[in-house]
């Protein structure tokens, strides 16, 4: 391995070798091992700096190159900045699409995914991100799933944790269940299958437990997290206020529960709709006719093929089943017929609904369809804020009041009124506003003992076992005396069986089912024959705590070191993909606050801030094989090198936003980097010079670079820093070839800055212009360069002077000058008045120091 004594030594005549230089620097690094964070004795601040687990399907590609390039930027930057950062790597290694590869290839998926590590791992260490190796994770090995069973049994002590049956999302093609949030516009996240609902007992997170934290809590992230990914988690909680109504059903004991935002509407509920696949629509419909029936189980049937999206859609033709029984009104104790459709869910609210056809258009759709009443109870022309109304008069001054209007017909017209009024029709609510009636019907129903004020959510518990091998096994034990029994923590890891001999070909049941020499065990209570759950868990759940486990990875006793969180986390700047702006955020902020109730954290919000980048498009169109514009991450990296690319993806435009490769220059990228290569070869005056002496300008033009570039790093203005480095290396190479020279002081001085600056986006470049200029490495642990506030200072600055919209003089002034001073300086100007010629001026525009803009009259 290479070391301080034996690094190649640079010559001025060298040509810039991208190659060249990471086959130079790599070893340095690696031996130095300079990014390990957290060393004995290390009194620095810290920061933490976390990227998007990056899940191991093949090489790279350019999605990692700008995620992972943003990331590290953040990291470096930092370090410069005196801080002890911690910059971690790890793979999120089980999952479908390891075990489909593994199935497609005849072979185990251990095999297939620690080959893509392998690959990953190597490409990584080329393209130089400053991750502290020491700590490298990979979800499917046992030291570390083992910790995910023992989160599972801290869930499940705590009831957090549980199993029942019910309705559940099912792939057809990958033959497992989905969680909510793995559906997207009706199809499977993984394969882009259409989803259907299956009944399945399964276990789920109650995460529902911790809906109004997980909603009030964004207010701590305002700011700091992207807006949008704020405002989609607050919809996908989607708390909405209201209230649980109790319906009797006339033959059946207990009582239905109904929640609606609108109780202030009972007197306007004409029908019940129950959701057709749930438990209650079967037991209803089981106590009506034969015919009946029938033409129920027909019709859960068909709607068991349909998803969510297609149930919700406001288009389509409402259908449904009388089921021959009636509810009550608990209000003024009207029979309502119960029918069965699939436009209600079962997991919305209870499953049930109140019909209020005159102000709900999916119900006034129904009722129309099935011939059903229709009632107005709002009257949405009756004035409901307060305000009294101008009365119009006639020629002598006498009101003409307009005749009383009468409330549309939903029935006829086909449009349900949805605006706010007073109620009618209504008993003791006729009169009152909205939101007063919703406040007394509430009151009435509390004191009949028949509702009461509720909340409901549009989250739903975490479905989290999956029916497939490559994950990580559930700790439960299912006995016949003593049900469901957890696995003493002694005996975790629970370990996957090899996969050999097992048919792991996706067929709606676990292959881990048919391993009986791993699935049939003893009871851990009473000694009798058990078996183990088949399932797995959902790989969110691996990476929905990942950034715990990095701070204790080598640690066998426990899943994280709570000494270790006090000191790094949470994290100060997350990086990674808007498309998990639901799904991993969300579980990761759950399992966050359930780890803060146990007394294991002392924060409730994992990542502080929070940076989405865009995708990396080729003409327009995300790239694949089969559209045939994809562009690898190999190849770029052999063309152009690590820090071309690196250069190129921050260059591309603000992080958020997509980059179109056909629009971008590895080769302009490349040839900067030559010019700010060169110039440390050409530097000329010793490291101990004093800078003071050099260029002014130059040195103005450096320190203001370094004044600014620290806001510019920390609101992701990555593209402006390089900017204005191009603009320095510019400069610089000006006084080098026509000022006073490759001595000057003030040219040492710039190339230092742009070395460290540069470190942030290319490493490699940046090492070897610091080695030229006679340092021992690394510019990466350099602390920042602190500006120079007389500098910073403008000694004049540059005004641009207009006629008729064309520029005619420029004048250095004073950055004090005042309007009346700057426009006699202006007019005064040779230049301007050969332009004005014998033309008069009609208006003259102002703004100090840097306009003056003169219009002439033709």
């Known amino acids: 391995?290479?070391?301080?004594?034996?690094?190649?030594?640079?010559?001025?005549?060298?040509?810039?070798?991208?190659?060249?230089?990471?086959?130079?620097?790599?070893?340095v690094w690696e031996e130095r091992d300079l990014f390990r964070a957290g060393r004995e004795g290390d009194t620095r601040p810290r920061k933490y700096v976390l990227d998007m687990f990056p899940y191991p399907s093949g090489d790279l590609h350019m999605g990692h190159a700008e995620a992972f390039g943003f990331g590290d930027i953040v990291a470096?930057?930092?370090?410069?900045?005196?801080?002890?950062?911690?910059?971690?790597?790890?793979?999120?290694?089980?999952?479908?699409?390891?075990?489909?590869?593994?199935?497609?290839?005849?072979?185990?998926?251990?095999?297939?995914?620690?080959?893509?590590?392998?690959?990953?791992?190597?490409?990584?260490?080329?393209?130089?991100?400053?991750?502290?190796?020491?700590?490298?994770?990979?979800?499917?090995?046992?030291?570390?799933?083992?910790?995910?069973?023992?989160?599972?049994?801290?869930?499940?002590?705590?009831?957090?944790?549980?199993?029942?049956?019910?309705?559940?999302?099912?792939?057809?093609?990958?033959?497992?269940?989905?969680?909510?949030?793995?559906?997207?516009?009706?199809?499977?996240?993984?394969?882009?299958?259409v989803v259907t609902k299956k009944a399945l007992t399964q276990w789920y997170f109650r995460v529902t437990d911790y809906a109004d934290r997980l909603l009030d809590d964004l207010n701590q992230l305002e700011g700091t997290w992207p807006s949008k990914v704020v405002s989609m988690q607050r919809n996908w909680i989607g708390r909405s206020s209201g209230a649980d109504v109790e319906f009797e059903i006339e033959g059946r004991?207990?009582?239905?529960?109904?929640?609606?935002?609108?109780?202030?509407?009972?007197?306007?509920?004409?029908?019940?709709?129950?959701?057709?696949?749930?438990?209650?629509?079967a037991e209803l419909a089981a106590g009506a006719s034969e015919e009946v029936r029938r033409s129920f189980e027909g019709y859960l049937d068909s709607v068991r093929?349909?998803?969510?999206?297609?149930?919700?859609?406001?288009?389509?033709?409402?259908?449904?089943?009388?089921?021959?029984?009636?509810?009550?009104?608990?209000?003024?104790?009207?029979?309502?017929?119960?029918?069965?459709?699939?436009?209600?869910?079962?997991?919305?609210?209870?499953?049930?609904?109140?019909?209020?056809?005159?102000h709900d258009q999916r119900d006034l759709d129904f009722a129309r369809a099935f011939d059903l009443p229709v009632r107005v109870v709002v009257d949405t022309n009756a004035p409901v804020t307060g305000v009294i109304p101008v009365i119009p008069t006639d020629d002598e001054g006498n009101p003409v009041l307009p005749e009383d209007l009468p409330p549309l017909d939903p029935a006829a017209t086909g449009i349900a009124l949805t605006g706010d009024g007073r109620l009618i029709n209504s008993g003791p609510l006729d009169g009152l506003s909205k939101q007063n009636a919703i406040r007394r019907a509430i009151e009435i129903l509390e004191e009949r003992g028949t509702g009461r004020a509720a909340k409901n959510y549009r989250l739903r518990d975490w479905l989290i076992s999956r029916q497939r091998y490559w994950g990580t096994p559930i700790p439960i034990i299912h006995c016949a005396d003593c049900g469901e029994v957890p696995v003493p923590e002694s005996e975790l890891p629970v370990r996957l069986p090899d996969a050999a001999g097992l048919d792991l070909k996706p067929k709606g049941a676990s292959p881990l089912g048919?391993?009986?020499?791993?699935?049939?065990?003893?009871?851990?209570?009473?000694?009798?024959?058990?078996?183990?759950?088949?399932?797995?868990?959902?790989?969110?759940?691996?990476?929905?705590?990942?950034?715990?486990?990095?701070?204790?990875?080598?640690?066998?006793?426990?899943?994280?070191?709570?000494?270790e969180a006090e000191k790094w986390a949470p994290v100060d700047q997350y990086v990674g993909g808007v498309e998990h702006a639901i799904l991993h955020l969300l579980y990761a902020r759950f399992f966050t606050k359930f780890l803060f109730d146990r007394g294991?954290?002392?924060?409730?919000?994992?990542?502080?801030?929070?940076?989405?980048?865009?995708?990396?498009?080729?003409?327009?169109?995300?790239?694949?094989?089969?559209?045939?514009?994809?562009?690898?991450?190999?190849?770029?990296?052999?063309?152009?090198?690590?820090?071309?690319?690196?250069?190129?993806?921050?260059?591309?435009?603000?992080?958020?936003?997509?980059?179109?490769?056909?629009?971008?220059?590895?080769?302009?990228?490349?040839?900067?980097?030559?010019?700010?290569?060169r110039i440390s070869g050409e530097v000329s005056s010793p490291t101990d010079v004093t800078w003071a002496d050099g260029d002014q300008a130059l040195r103005r033009q450096t320190h203001r670079l370094l004044a600014d570039a620290p806001g510019l790093i920390e609101s992701y203005k990555f593209n402006v820093?390089?900017?204005?480095?191009?603009?320095?290396?510019?400069?610089?190479?000006?006084?080098?070839?026509?000022?006073?020279?490759?001595?000057?002081?003030?040219v040492r001085e710039a190339a230092e800055v742009i070395a460290m600056i540069l470190d942030l986006f290319a490493p490699y470049t940046a090492e070897d212009m610091w080695q030229r200029l006679g340092y021992e490495p690394s510019v990466a642990l350099v602390p920042w360069r602190k500006a120079d506030p007389a500098l910073l200072v403008e000694d004049s600055v540059t005004a641009v002077v207009q006629v008729d919209g064309k520029v005619r003089e420029r004048l250095e002034v004073s950055p004090k000058i005042g309007a009346d001073e700057l426009e006699r300086l202006a007019r005064d100007s040779a230049a301007v008045q050969r332009a004005l010629g014998d033309r008069e001026i009609a208006n003259v525009i102002v703004r100090a120091p840097k306009i003056v803009s003169i219009a002439t009259r033709r």
């Not at 640079?10 to 790599?26: C, M, N, Q, R, V």
């Not at 109904?258 to 009972?266: C, E, G, Q, S």
């Not at 204005?724 to 003030?746: C, F, Q």
């Open 1 to 27: 391995m290479a070391n301080e004594h034996d690094i190649a030594q640079p010559s001025g005549a060298e040509a810039y070798d991208f190659a060249a230089l990471e086959a130079k620097w790599l070893p």
């Open 76 to 193: 470096r930057y930092w370090r410069h900045q005196g801080f002890d950062v911690l910059h971690p790597i790890g793979w999120d290694s089980f999952g479908l699409p390891a075990e489909n590869a593994a199935i497609k290839r005849g072979v185990d998926p251990r095999e297939w995914t620690y080959a893509n590590i392998a690959q990953q791992k190597a490409s990584f260490r080329r393209y130089a991100p400053s991750f502290d190796w020491s700590r490298e994770l990979h979800t499917s090995d046992p030291e570390y799933y083992r910790w995910n069973q023992w989160l599972f049994l801290e869930l499940y002590k705590q009831g957090i944790a549980y199993r029942k049956a019910g309705m559940v999302n099912w792939c057809p093609v990958d033959q497992t269940v989905l969680a909510n949030e793995q559906v997207i516009d009706g199809h499977c996240e993984r394969c882009g299958a």
């Open 253 to 281: 004991d207990e009582k239905v529960p109904v929640f609606t935002t609108r109780p202030d509407t009972l007197y306007g509920a004409t029908f019940m709709v129950v959701a057709v696949d749930s438990e209650l629509a």
């Open 305 to 358: 093929a349909e998803s969510d999206i297609e149930r919700l859609a406001t288009d389509r033709p409402k259908t449904g089943v009388f089921l021959e029984r009636y509810a009550v009104n608990p209000l003024n104790g009207e029979r309502l017929p119960i029918w069965a459709s699939d436009y209600v869910l079962a997991d919305y609210g209870h499953g049930a609904i109140m019909a209020v056809p005159a």
């Open 514 to 563: 048919a391993a009986e020499e791993w699935a049939v065990v003893a009871c851990p209570n009473c000694g009798g024959e058990a078996r183990r759950d088949p399932d797995t868990m959902d790989t969110f759940v691996d990476s929905s705590w990942y950034f715990l486990r990095y701070l204790s990875a080598n640690d066998d006793t426990q899943a994280f070191d709570v000494r």
């Open 600 to 677: 294991y954290l002392s924060f409730t919000e994992p990542f502080t801030a929070l940076l989405n980048q865009g995708q990396v498009l080729m003409d327009g169109s995300a790239m694949s094989k089969s559209k045939g514009n994809l562009v690898e991450f190999a190849s770029q990296l052999r063309d152009y090198g690590a820090d071309a690319l690196r250069v190129t993806m921050a260059f591309a435009g603000p992080p958020e936003d997509d980059i179109d490769w056909k629009d971008v220059s590895q080769a302009g990228s490349s040839k900067f980097l030559a010019r700010a290569w």
């Open 721 to 746: 820093v390089i900017a204005r480095l191009m603009e320095l290396v510019n400069a610089t190479r000006k006084t080098i070839d026509s000022g006073p020279g490759a001595a000057d002081p003030a």
